[in-house]
DNA sequence: TGTCCGTACGGGATCTACCT
DNA sequence: AGGTAGATCCCGTACGGACA
């Protein structure tokens, strides 16, 4: 197999027959993520488990893209009295409508309370062929030898499958006062040499460091990596609203754009002092100017020193600041941002930020 | 390759050591 | 002294493995 920037190729076709040798190498790394989080490993069969049809067509996709076509699908449910047989009648209705694919049976399995449904492909080349190209891909990964976007495609599917991601909020019944406790990552996989290699991987090329607690592999993201996560498109679907969540509290709350939005709110293009910024950030004086520092070296501030009456108090010397006219335009896209929890402006959003750090 | 089935996962909650 | 994040514990089932 050789990954290239935009194709994999199998590059051996005499074992593999019947087999295209080309396949789009973003899905593909996906598939090979899956494969390592949810797919069988024992090289009889290619088989694929889990509850999400999303995540089956993920998986079938770049299947169908390398000529593979007999899929055999079988379903479990608890068939127990809470769960009743519609649940099951519309979960196998969405999975034929999202996977083009026929459930061929339904086992009872009495801790099924959601419908599982599993793909299998009975061939025994492409399920060798799906176990060594995940191991390849991993370990050029773990070398820093493959583009960036690959890696975060494959890590993707790794993520979809074993991974999670948890925002801490602080507890509180006034949900306006809602803060943001740290956000983690983290993958469960018991394979000890693969744990090895995804955590050199998260190291390598997202700057995450994981620790090992057992199965578990863990770490704190900070805002501009969950930002880089975010824009990499590496965030399963199922914790994506975490992420954003986290990332507009953050900056809702004290950060910068919170800042900006009052700073322009209050003086407009007018100059103030500190202390006036410190009365409407509500912070002290010593902090805001630390903050107004920093606007100023983003170029979303400037200052001036001058000369106040004689006869006040203290030094006659005043440094005054002034929104830039960047700020005013980043201040007025940030105000036409939706509230929290809203994902229709979520892109306009990103952009902003981004401009933002720059 | 169809079917069964036990446990490695996921997903929190909580405790605690360190930091500001 | 409160905040942050590292470390540990816990629980139920959705997976992967195995058997026939």
Not at 109 to 134: C, G, S, T, Y
Not at 173 to 192: H, N, P, Q, T, V
Not at 223 to 250: F, S
Not at 314 to 332: D, H, K, S, V
């Amino acid at each position: 197999v050789e990954v290239r920037d935009d194709t994999l190729i199998l590059t051996r076709k005499s074992r593999v027959r019947g087999i295209r040798r080309f396949a789009d190498a973003g899905k593909f790394a996906t598939l090979l993520g899956l494969q390592r989080s949810e797919g069988l490993k024992d090289g009889t069969r290619v088989r694929f488990s889990n509850v999400e049809p999303i995540l089956h067509r993920m998986f079938l996709e770049p299947l169908r893209e390398l000529g593979i076509n007999d899929f055999r699908v079988h379903a479990y449910y608890c068939y127990c009295q809470r769960c009743g047989l519609k649940k099951l009648r519309d979960a196998i209705d969405e999975f034929e409508k999202v996977t083009q694919l026929k459930v061929r049976r339904v086992y009872v399995n009495k801790h099924a309370h959601r419908p599982v449904f599993q793909v299998d492909v009975n061939d025994r080349i492409v399920a060798m062929l799906l176990l060594r190209a995940e191991e390849l891909l991993r370990k050029l990964a773990v070398k820093g030898l493959l583009p960036r976007r690959i890696v975060g495609k494959y890590l993707l599917g790794v993520l979809e499958g074993d991974g999670n991601i948890e925002l801490r909020l602080k507890k509180s019944i006034d949900s306006d006062c809602e803060k943001a406790d740290g956000l983690f990552l983290r993958i469960s996989e018991k394979d000890a040499e693969a744990a090895a290699d995804l955590k050199e991987i998260f190291r390598r090329y997202f700057g995450i460091q994981l620790h090992s607690y057992g199965y578990d592999h863990m770490g704190s993201i900070n805002l501009r990596r969950a930002l880089t996560l975010l824009e990499d498109g590496i965030i399963p679907l199922r914790h994506r609203d975490k992420v954003v969540k986290r990332v507009m509290l953050a900056f809702r709350r004290k950060g910068l754009p919170w800042i900006l939005l009052q700073l322009a709110d209050s003086f407009r293009d007018r100059w103030f002092t500190a202390r006036e910024a410190s009365k409407v950030l509500g912070k002290r004086c010593n902090h805001v100017r630390e903050k107004l520092a920093k606007l100023e070296e983003e170029g979303l501030l400037t200052s001036i020193k001058c000369k106040f009456s004689l006869n006040r108090k203290g030094t006659p010397i005043r440094r005054i600041y002034r929104l830039t006219e960047r700020a005013m335009q980043i201040a007025r896209l940030l105000s036409s941002f939706p509230p929290l929890n809203t994902f229709s402006l979520f892109e306009k959003f990103l952009l902003a930020v981004t401009f933002l750090l720059g």
